[in-house]
């Protein structure tokens, strides 16, 4: 069965500083990759999505994130942090082939500072 | 991507009654799923729901407690069944458009039991 860790809770980071949230995930084979966005109240938004090719997929709101087979990571990055982007990110892996059942990460809960 | 709503957003139950969520979705989706999101954690997966058939249950989670019903590809209900405050929860609605898609949301139903 697939699983997803996120190391990071809880991040602060100052408004325009870069951003790194990171994802690691198992999965015997090749892994659809998933990063979601909740804000308060909110239900979950996708961000972006790896399933095949490039490894370096682009998403909305200037979000990026970098699949690294050797590493099984899933990181997500953004260059400059904006103060509506003070959110709740879940990284998820999904199966390959079928309807996608997915397996959530705990989430990192992220504080923009000003 | 397809817009997903759900009702109610919020309800305050009394124990020991029973809530109906209902999920509609603005277009025929083979597969919806069902999370609960318990306060400060992560998505747990309830059911898969395929219309037309019984729905799927994960580990821990039982028909009896959370009945599903799939009367056709766009709408589904989740009945939260002899609700405790252990109920207390976020419940969300997913779809998945196709094979290999990714999920998407609604808003979710926060429901609190006093």
């Known amino acids: 069965a697939q699983s997803v860790t996120q190391p990071d809770i809880h991040i602060t980071v100052s408004e325009g500083a870069s951003l790194e949230l990171r994802c690691n995930y198992s999965?015997?084979?090749?892994?659809?990759l998933f990063w979601y966005v909740q804000s308060p109240g909110q239900g979950l938004q996708l961000l972006l999505k790896?399933?095949?090719?490039?490894?370096l997929v682009q998403g909305i709101k200037g979000f990026e994130a970098e699949f690294k087979r050797s590493q099984s990571s899933f990181n997500l990055r953004k260059p400059s942090v904006h103060w509506s982007d003070a959110a709740e990110y879940f990284c998820?892996?999904?199966?390959?082939?079928?309807?996608?059942?997915?397996?959530f990460g705990t989430g990192t809960k992220l504080q923009v500072i000003p | 991507s397809a817009v997903i709503s759900q009702k109610p957003s919020r309800d305050i139950c009394q124990r020991g009654t029973s809530l109906t969520i209902q999920c509609q979705v603005d277009?025929?989706?083979?597969?919806m799923f069902w999370y609960r999101q318990q306060p400060g954690q992560s998505l747990t997966l309830i059911a898969t729901?395929?219309?037309?058939?019984?729905?799927?249950?994960e580990s821990g989670f039982v028909i009896d407690k959370f009945p599903i019903s799939r009367p056709n590809l766009t709408f589904s209900t989740l009945t939260v069944s002899n609700m405790s405050p252990e109920d207390s929860s976020i419940y969300l609605c997913?779809?998945?458009?196709?094979?290999?898609?990714?999920?998407?949301f609604g808003d979710g139903t926060r429901l609190s039991i006093l």
């Open positions: 729901a395929n219309q037309g058939s019984e729905a799927t249950y």
């Open positions: 999965y015997g084979a090749t892994p659809y």
């Open positions: 277009s025929q989706v083979t597969m």
């Open positions: 998820a892996v999904g199966v390959t082939g079928g309807y996608q059942k997915v397996t």
């Open positions: 790896y399933f095949s090719g490039d490894t």
């Open positions: 997913s779809v998945t458009p196709g094979i290999n898609q990714p999920q998407h």
